[in-house]
Nanobody
Framework: QVQLVESGGGLVQAGGSLRLSCSAS????????IGWFRQAPGKERDVVAA??????YYADSVKGRFTISRDNAKNTVYLQMNSLKPEDTAVYYC??????????????????WGQGTQVTVSS
């Protein structure tokens, strides 16, 4: 079992950058698929980026702007967000899913979730 804590959210102007961190405890992140999801008010929770041993996945809306990375020594997964847009405003969650297979991108494929961190991009 793993516990996840997100940090790094905040208010930023359009075009700015933020780096979200997902710190894990209990087990090391390299045992899991790790994903970043976001949920805006009135919308479904959708994958933003995900990573496992085989590679990384990015939603089309963030390709070229966001980068997911993993620091096994710190047991932390990051989401670097550049060129932020107002439509990126949401609560961002990190999640851990079972190891193996291709990178997982669906909410139901993830078993453990953090509490979320708010990202607000002003125009």
């Amino acid at each position: 079992q793993v516990q996840l804590v997100e940090s790094g959210g905040g208010l930023v102007q359009a075009g700015g950058s933020l780096r979200l961190s997902c710190s894990a405890s209990g087990r090391t992140v390299d045992h899991y698929n790790i994903g970043w999801f976001r949920q805006a008010p009135g919308k479904e929770r959708d994958v933003v980026a995900a990573i496992n041993w085989s590679g990384a996945y990015y939603a089309d809306s963030v390709k070229g702007r966001f980068t997911i990375s993993r620091d096994n020594a710190k047991n932390t997964v990051y989401l670097q967000m550049n060129s932020l847009k107002p439509e990126d405003t949401a609560v961002y969650y990190c999640a851990a899913g079972s190891f193996g297979g291709p990178v997982r991108t669906r909410v139901y494929e993830y078993d453990y979730w953090g509490q979320g961190t708010q990202v607000t991009v002003s125009s």
